[in-house]
């Protein structure tokens, strides 16, 4: 079918509109990776920094070299492994005999749900509890307050109640249990869902701070994400004299050292999300349509 006058110019201004859209959302990486890599006196030249003129990995070596970062690397896969997979489990878990209607107090269970969704404690009684049970200075305060969540829970029930029950009727039949049926039949038929919730999961514990903030006092339990604010709120110079980065390295200015430490921080989930995004579409559709 041949395109009028009309229609090609439509299209060429769509074009446009998307590749103007595109480069405003990649600037801002190619400008912090740009900067990481750049000596001194180019990261302080003016304009675009589309790529780097003068190439110095000085940056990179002052930020590798402080121990701090390799700790802070160390604790966030922590959280982030550990804390995914318990999630995981335990959100398939609360997921399952909610997607059964014949659960009893399932409504009552399923309000009080919706409530946490909307109503919250506040953070002074959220602090007097993880010191009550004992979590302050503890790795597993990164886990265990945020081990599940009501909305993940409604999206995988959703997700378990569109499976037909005959799968879990033949089961039975075949003389399968609740947790046989459940691993073996709704968690592998439920992997798009499951794995849009492990990556929503990942990148939370992977970009989350202020947990460690409040909760954490040593330093040798502090996550990556507090480096890099220690790094980009305060001055770099002023971590440079404490000894947080290394000092002998002088081809690097304060932008260098911030942008560095970024690409450093966000280098892993960039790695991670190819993996995913074809589960990410079809999970939240198919777990978002029935209520």
């Given at each position: 079918?041949?395109?009028?006058?009309?229609?090609?110019?439509?299209?060429?201004?769509?074009i446009?509109?998307l590749?103007a859209?595109?480069f405003?959302?990649?600037?801002?990486?190619i400008?912090?990776f740009?900067?990481?890599?750049?000596t001194?006196?180019?990261?302080?030249?003016?304009?675009?920094h589309?790529?780097?003129?003068?190439?110095?990995?000085?940056?990179?070596?002052?930020v590798?070299?402080?121990?701090?970062?390799?700790?802070?690397?160390v604790?966030?896969?922590?959280?982030?492994?550990v804390?995914?997979?318990?999630?995981?489990?335990?959100?398939?878990?609360?997921?399952y005999?909610?997607?059964?209607?014949?659960?009893?107090?399932?409504?009552?269970i399923?309000f009080?749900?919706?409530i946490?969704?909307?109503?919250q404690g506040?953070?002074?009684p959220?602090y007097?509890?993880?010191?009550?049970?004992?979590?302050?200075?503890?790795?597993?305060?990164?886990v265990?307050?945020?081990?599940?969540?009501?909305?993940n829970?409604?999206?995988v029930?959703?997700?378990?109640?569109?499976i037909?029950?005959?799968?879990?009727?033949?089961?039975?039949?075949?003389?399968?249990?609740p947790?046989?049926?459940?691993?073996?039949?709704?968690?592998?038929?439920?992997?798009p869902i499951?794995?849009?919730?492990?990556l929503?999961?990942?990148?939370?514990?992977?970009?989350?701070w202020?947990?460690?903030?409040?909760?954490?006092?040593?330093?040798n339990?502090?996550?990556?994400?507090?480096?890099?604010r220690?790094?980009v709120?305060e001055?770099?110079?002023?971590?440079?004299?404490?000894g947080l980065?290394?000092?002998?390295?002088t081809?690097?200015?304060?932008?260098?050292?911030?942008?560095?430490?970024v690409?450093?921080?966000?280098?892993?989930?960039?790695?991670?999300y190819?993996?995913?995004?074809?589960?990410?579409?079809?999970?939240?559709?198919?777990?978002?349509?029935?209520?």
């Open positions: 079918m041949k395109r009028t006058r009309g229609e090609k110019i439509f299209n060429w201004i769509n446009a509109l590749v859209l595109a405003l959302s990649l600037y801002p990486f400008y912090v740009s900067m990481s890599l750049s001194a006196a180019e990261a302080n030249r003016d304009g675009l589309l790529y780097p003129r003068d190439i110095s990995f000085d940056a990179y070596k002052a590798f070299t402080n121990p701090a970062i390799w700790i802070g690397y604790n966030a896969i922590f959280r982030t492994v804390g995914t997979a318990l999630t995981v489990v335990v959100t398939c878990l609360c997921a005999p909610l997607s059964k209607k014949h659960l009893p107090g399932r409504r009552p399923l009080a749900m919706l946490t969704m909307l109503f506040g953070l002074v959220m007097l509890l993880i010191n009550g049970i004992g979590l302050i200075d503890s790795l597993w305060v990164y265990l307050p945020v081990l599940t969540s009501a909305f829970i409604i999206l029930k959703n997700f378990f109640e569109a037909p029950e005959s799968l879990e009727e033949a089961a039975c039949i075949d003389g399968a249990g947790w046989r049926t459940l691993f073996q039949i709704y968690v592998p038929l439920s992997k499951l794995a849009t919730v492990a929503w999961t990942a990148v939370m514990h992977w970009n989350m202020f947990d460690a903030l409040l909760y954490i006092n040593d330093e339990k502090l996550v990556l994400q507090m480096f890099l220690r790094i709120v001055n770099s110079t002023q971590l440079i004299e404490q980065v290394n000092p002998d390295v081809q690097f200015t304060a932008e260098t050292i911030k942008a560095a430490t690409v450093v921080t966000i280098l892993p989930m960039l790695a991670l190819p993996f995913v995004q074809r589960y990410f579409v079809k999970g939240i559709m198919v777990g978002g349509v029935k209520g």
